[in-house]
C-alpha cells in the first residue's frame, strides 16, 4: 500500500470513524460505581444526587436536554407554544408501558404533577407559574400559565419532573408504598435487586418503546464507601465506570492513564455547578464591598483550577456559568491582583478583624482548597481562622448565618431564572437553609430584573436583563465566584455512547452500548 | 540516667527536638502554609526546598520544622494535665482508701473501659477541633493511669513505719501526702510520664491524620493525613514527616528506659 493511500484509508477512518462507531452492538452488563448509597430509589420522593443516577434509567420526564440544553423528546414526543406564550401543549409517545405492562398516558402525568407538588420542592418551584394542567385526551396534556416563563420548557427533565405511575400510587400513602423499594418506571431499565452496602441491580426492559434500545442487558451499580477503594475497583477491573465526583481529583490524572481509559467532563451542561465563597454581606469587615472585591483580587483562582482540581474546570467569571444561558463575560474582571486587594483593604479601613472561613467538608479537594484560599487570605492581610467542622455542622453553621466565608458549590440547571436568581433575590433570604441567597445579599435592582428576566418574552428581551444583572451583580460581588466545577466521568474505552445529554450519566445509559 | 547509653541517646534526640520546635521558627520566617514552589517537587532538587514540596506547593521542611512544635507542646502540656488531674486522685484514692478509694477507683475505671482513642476522637469532633480541645481529650484519655500508679504506690508506702510515725505525731493528712508519701511515690511517675509524652504525640498525630488537627496549624499528623493520598505520586510528603514522629517518639521511649534504669537501680540490676 503506498503512503497516499494509506494517508487516504486513515483520512477516511477518521472521517467514517463516529459513522462507524454508530452501530451499536447489544448485550452485556456495565458495573459502574454509585457513590454515596443513594437512601432511596423512588425519584419524586427523594432526589439526592446518587438517586437521579440510579433512577434516571428506571424513570423518565417528558423531555431531556442536549448538551446546549435544548429540549429532545422523550416520553413527549411533541410540543407547541402558543403565540402569547402562555400555553404549552405536549403530545404524548404512544405504545409506552410501565414496566408492569399497564399503558403510559396522559393521566400519570396529570398524577405525578399533584404528587411532585407535594413530595419535590424544586418542582413545586418550578411549577408556582403553572396556572392550570389539563389532559384533553389520552395522549396530549396542555399547560396554562399565568404569565409566560421564559425557562419553562427546561423544568421536564427527569430529576426534576419525573413520571410516577398513577395506578400503583393513586389513593395510598407515598411514603409508605412498596413500590418505593422496587420502583416502577417507564425506563430503560427496571429494578431487579438491592443489596444494601454492596449493589444495586438494574435489568433491560424488554418491552421499551425505542426499538432495539438499550443495548445492554444489565446494570450493576457498585457501592464502595471508600474513595481510595473506588479507585482500586477501577484499576482491577471490577468497575467499568466512575462517574464524576466519586473518585478524589488526585487520583484523576493517574486513573486517566490506565490503558483503555477514556474521560469526558462531559454530561454535567445542565446542572453546571458553580464553586463560590458565602461572604456575609450583614456584619463584620466583609459587609463593605471592597472588602469582597478585594476577597476577589487576592485569591488565585487559576492556581486552585491547575493545581487542586488538576486543570478541570473553568475560572468563573461571574454569578452564571458559562454553559447558563444569557451568560457574559462582559462584566468586570478580577485578575489575581494581591497589590490590589491590599490597597482596597487600606482604602476599606479593615484593621484586621478576625475573619472565620468555613471550608466544606466534602473531602481532600475541599480540604486542600480551604487552606490555598486562607493563604491568599492572609497573604494580603487579612486575619483569617479556619473552622473545621463537618458536613451536617457546616450546613448548620451556614444556615444560622453564623460565619463569615464559606465555601459552596450548587447546580444552576440551564436557566438563571432556575439556578441564579435564587441565589441573589431578597425574597430568598431565610434562615436556616444552605442554598439560596445565604449571603444576605439585598438589592432592589437585583430583585426586579430577576423578577423580570423569569417573565420577559422574547428571548432577546430575557438576555438584555441577564446580561444587565450579571454586570451589577459581579461589580457588587455579593458572593466570591471561584470555578465552574468538572467532575470527569472515567471509564472504560469500551463502553460507548454512555454521556449524549446534558445530565450525562443520570440518563445515559438509555444509549450505552459495549464494544466486545 | 547519663550512664545508659539508650537514655542518652534520647536524651539528644529529644533536645535536637526541642530546640528546632523553639528556634526552627526563627531560621523560617514565612508560614508554613504558604505556596512557594511547583506542587510535588520531589525532595532534594532545590536547595531552597529540601525536603520538597506537597500537594499545594508547600515547603515540607517548613511543615517539620513548624510541626515539631505543635507535636511537643500537644504532648508535653497534655501530659502535665494528665499529671495534675491524676496524682491527686491517685493519691487521695491510696491514702484514704475505703469509700473514698471506692469511689475514686470507680469513677476512674469508668475512663479507662472506654477504648482511650475512640473517646480522644468523640471528644476532639465535639469539642471542635482546635489545640485547646486536643489537648484537653489527650488528657482526659491519659489520666487514668497516671492515678492507678500512684494509688498503687501510695497504698503501699502507707504502712510504712515513717508514714504511720508522721501520723502518730499528728500531722494533718495533706502534708504527709505532700511531703512524705508523694516524694517517694514520684519515680515511676516520672517514667510513665516520658512515655506518655510519647503515646500524645502520636494521640495528637493519629487525630490530625484523622483531619481532626487544628486546622489553623501544621503538624506531623496532618502532613501524613494530608499526604496520604497522593503516596503512590510523592512519597516524600508522608514519609518524612512519619520518620519526624518515629524519632521523636523512640527518643521519648528511650529517656523512659533511661530514667527506668536510674530511679530504680536494684530493679535494673536484677533484670540483667
Same mark, same amino acid.
Given at each position: ?18 459513522? &462507524? ?22 425519584? +419524586? ?12 434509567? @428506571?424513570? %423518565? ?8 440544553? *435544548? ?34 398516558? =396522559? ?15 424544586? /418542582? ?10 389539563? =389532559? ?18 427546561? $423544568? ?36 431487579? %435487586? ?71 467532563? /462531559? ?53 452564571? +456559568? ?5 451568560? !457574559? ?98 425574597? +430568598? ?45 459581579? *461589580? ?41 | ?12 534526640? &529529644?533536645?535536637? =527536638? $526541642? ?7 526563627? &531560621? ?16 532534594? !532538587? ?21 510541626? /515539631? ?38 469513677? !476512674?475505671?469508668?475512663?479507662? !473501659?472506654?477504648?482511650?482513642? =475512640?473517646? +480522644? ?59 512524705? $508519701? ?18 500524645? @504525640? ?71
Amino acid at each position: 500500500m503506498s503512503k497516499r493511500v494509506l494517508l487516504g484509508v486513515l483520512l477516511a477512518c477518521g472521517l467514517a470513524a463516529p459513522a &462507524l462507531a454508530q452501530e451499536p452492538k447489544a448485550g452485556g452488563a456495565i458495573n459502574a460505581v454509585i457513590q454515596p448509597e443513594p437512601p432511596g430509589l423512588m425519584l +419524586a420522593m427523594v432526589q439526592n444526587g446518587p438517586v437521579q443516577m440510579v433512577s434516571g434509567n @428506571i424513570f %423518565e420526564g417528558l423531555l431531556r436536554y442536549s448538551p446546549k440544553l *435544548e429540549p429532545q423528546p422523550e416520553l413527549a414526543e411533541s410540543w407547541s407554544v402558543s403565540e402569547d406564550a402562555k400555553t404549552y401543549t405536549f403530545k404524548l409517545r404512544k405504545g409506552v408501558t410501565w414496566h408492569d405492562g399497564k399503558p403510559f398516558t =396522559a393521566a400519570d402525568v396529570l398524577f405525578s404533577l399533584e404528587m411532585l407538588k407535594q413530595t419535590h420542592a424544586r /418542582a413545586r418551584n418550578n411549577l408556582a407559574q403553572v396556572d392550570k394542567v389539563e =389532559a384533553p385526551d389520552d395522549y396530549t396534556v396542555v399547560f396554562t400559565l399565568k404569565q409566560p416563563f421564559g425557562p419553562f420548557l427546561g $423544568i421536564f427533565e427527569v430529576g426534576s419532573m419525573p413520571m410516577v405511575p398513577k395506578h400503583l400510587y393513586e389513593g395510598t400513602d407515598w411514603k409508605t408504598n412498596p413500590y418505593n423499594n422496587a420502583p416502577v418506571g417507564t425506563g430503560p431499565f427496571m429494578f431487579k %435487586e438491592w443489596q444494601k452496602g454492596s449493589f444495586i441491580r438494574l435489568v433491560k426492559n424488554p418491552n421499551y418503546y425505542e426499538k432495539g434500545k438499550p443495548y445492554l442487558d444489565e446494570i450493576y451499580w457498585q457501592i464502595i464507601p471508600d474513595a481510595a477503594a473506588r479507585s482500586v475497583a477501577y484499576e482491577t477491573g471490577k468497575v467499568d465506570v466512575l462517574p464524576g465526583g466519586s473518585v478524589e481529583n488526585f487520583d484523576v490524572p493517574r486513573l486517566s492513564k490506565l490503558k483503555d481509559t477514556c474521560v469526558t467532563g /462531559a454530561g454535567w451542561e445542565f446542572f453546571s455547578p458553580l464553586a463560590w465563597l458565602w461572604l456575609n454581606n450583614r456584619q463584620g469587615p466583609l459587609a463593605d464591598k471592597r472588602v469582597r472585591q478585594a476577597v476577589m483580587y487576592a485569591i488565585d483562582r487559576d492556581f486552585a483550577k491547575d493545581v487542586i482540581w488538576n486543570g478541570l474546570g473553568k475560572v468563573a467569571t461571574g454569578p452564571s +456559568a458559562s454553559t447558563i444561558k444569557y451568560y !457574559t463575560d462582559d462584566v468586570p474582571k478580577y485578575p489575581y491582583n494581591p497589590a490590589k486587594a491590599k490597597a482596597l483593604l487600606k482604602e476599606a479601613g479593615y484593621k484586621g478583624e478576625k475573619i472565620r472561613l468555613l471550608p466544606l467538608a466534602y473531602g481532600e479537594t475541599w480540604q486542600r482548597w480551604g487552606e490555598a484560599v486562607k493563604q491568599n487570605l492572609q497573604d494580603v492581610g487579612m486575619n483569617i481562622e479556619t473552622i473545621a467542622t463537618d458536613v451536617a455542622g457546616g450546613n448548620q453553621k451556614i444556615g444560622d448565618w453564623d460565619y463569615d466565608i464559606a465555601f459552596t458549590y450548587l447546580y444552576q440547571y440551564g436557566d438563571p431564572a432556575l439556578g441564579v436568581g435564587r441565589n441573589y433575590v431578597s425574597s +430568598a433570604i431565610a434562615k436556616g437553609q444552605v442554598f439560596n441567597n445565604v449571603e444576605g445579599y439585598s438589592n432592589p435592582e437585583i430583585d426586579k430584573l430577576f423578577a423580570d428576566g423569569a417573565v420577559a418574552t422574547p428571548d432577546s428581551k430575557r438576555k438584555e436583563i441577564y446580561e444587565k444583572a450579571q454586570k451589577i451583580l459581579v *461589580e457588587d460581588v455579593p458572593v466570591a465566584w471561584m470555578l465552574e466545577l468538572q467532575f470527569p466521568t472515567i471509564m472504560r474505552c469500551k463502553v460507548k455512547n454512555l454521556i449524549t445529554t446534558g445530565i450525562g450519566v443520570n440518563d445515559g445509559f438509555k444509549d450505552a452500548w459495549l464494544d466486545k | 540516667m547519663l550512664r545508659s547509653p539508650s537514655g542518652v541517646i534520647g536524651l539528644i534526640i &529529644l533536645l535536637f =527536638a $526541642i530546640s528546632v520546635a523553639l528556634f526552627g521558627p526563627m &531560621l523560617f520566617p514565612n508560614s508554613p502554609w504558604r505556596m512557594v514552589q511547583r506542587p510535588f517537587l520531589p525532595p532534594f !532538587t532545590l536547595a531552597t526546598v529540601p525536603l520538597g514540596t506537597d500537594a499545594l506547593g508547600r515547603d515540607v521542611f517548613a511543615g517539620m520544622i513548624f510541626g /515539631a512544635r505543635v507535636s511537643l507542646l500537644v504532648g508535653m502540656v497534655s501530659t502535665l494535665v494528665a499529671l495534675v488531674v491524676g496524682v491527686p486522685i491517685g493519691a487521695m484514692a491510696g491514702y484514704f482508701g475505703g469509700r473514698v478509694d471506692d469511689a475514686l477507683m470507680r469513677f !476512674t475505671e469508668f475512663f479507662q !473501659t472506654i477504648p482511650s482513642f =475512640a473517646l +480522644a476522637i468523640v471528644l476532639v469532633a465535639i469539642l471542635q477541633p482546635s489545640i485547646y480541645s486536643i489537648v484537653a481529650s489527650i488528657a482526659v484519655v491519659s489520666w487514668p493511669p497516671v492515678a492507678r500508679l500512684v494509688r498503687g504506690e501510695v497504698l503501699s508506702l502507707r504502712t510504712r513505719e515513717y508514714v504511720q510515725a508522721a501520723v502518730v505525731t499528728g500531722q494533718s493528712n495533706t502534708w504527709i501526702i505532700m511531703r512524705e $508519701i508523694l516524694p517517694n511515690a514520684l519515680s515511676p511517675v516520672i517514667v510513665l510520664a516520658s512515655l506518655m509524652v510519647a503515646t500524645a @504525640i502520636l494521640l495528637e498525630s493519629s487525630l490530625a491524620f484523622l483531619g481532626l488537627g487544628d486546622p489553623n496549624l501544621i503538624s506531623w499528623g496532618y502532613m501524613v493525613g494530608a499526604g496520604r493520598t497522593v503516596i503512590r505520586q510523592a512519597w516524600w510528603i508522608t514519609v518524612f514527616p512519619g520518620v519526624a514522629i518515629l524519632i521523636s517518639v523512640l527518643g521519648l521511649n528511650l529517656i523512659g528506659e533511661g530514667l527506668n534504669d536510674a530511679l530504680n537501680p536494684r530493679l535494673s540490676r536484677e533484670g540483667r
